[in-house]
């Protein structure tokens, strides 16, 4: 923090594919508490987006991802909640390394658990920078899949 100014943090968040379906996770937290998410969390020093989206889904659900590709960045300032807050978001793509793994929930304290949701039929609550995405229409899936 400098001159008391709250700094931008960098998060980067990944869209864990399976088939038509997305991992999703429900939060506990002061922002977006409640809220269905993707996996994902801060970027540490030193750390590319790729090594961070494979860090935070195998600390969140025990899964090893594949394929990780950088999809879109987005700018989302959370100013009407008592904890102010600013995110430059880093979304990723990938994929399971092994399609038979199984979401666990590591960190209970921050999420109610993991699940793959089908594109369209997504749960609701949606987290704020995930619904407003899907309110943009964007899709996390290949264009060679969009037509399945």
């Known amino acids: 923090m400098e001159n008391g100014m709250l ?4 998060a980067v968040v990944v869209f ?4 038509k379906a997305v991992l999703l996770g429900r ?3 002061s922002v977006g508490d409640s809220t269905f998410a993707l996996p994902g969390g801060h970027l540490e020093f030193g750390e590319n987006f790729e090594e961070c989206a494979a860090r935070e889904v195998k600390e969140e659900t025990g899964l090893d991802i594949e394929k990780i590709e950088l999809l ?9 909640r008592a904890k102010q807050c ?15 793994q199984v979401p666990q929930n590591l960190e209970p304290d921050k999420c109610d658990g993991w699940d793959f ?3 369209n039929d997504l749960p609701k609550p949606l987290f704020r920078p ?3 995405m899907v309110g943009s229409g964007f899709n996390p899936f290949p264009s060679n899949l969009n037509n399945m």
Not at 16 to 19: F, M, T, V, Y
Not at 73 to 80: D, E, K, R
Request: charged share 20%; net charge positive.
């Open 117 to 119: 949701y089908e594109w």
């Open 16 to 19: 864990l594919l399976k088939g």
């Open 86 to 100: 600013h995110y430059v978001t880093i979304f990723m793509r990938s994929y399971l390394a092994d399609p038979n």
């Open 7 to 10: 700094a931008p943090r960098v």
């Open 130 to 132: 995930l619904e407003n």
């Open 72 to 80: 879109t960045v987005t700018n989302n300032v959370f100013c009407n």
């Open 27 to 29: 939060r506990r937290s």
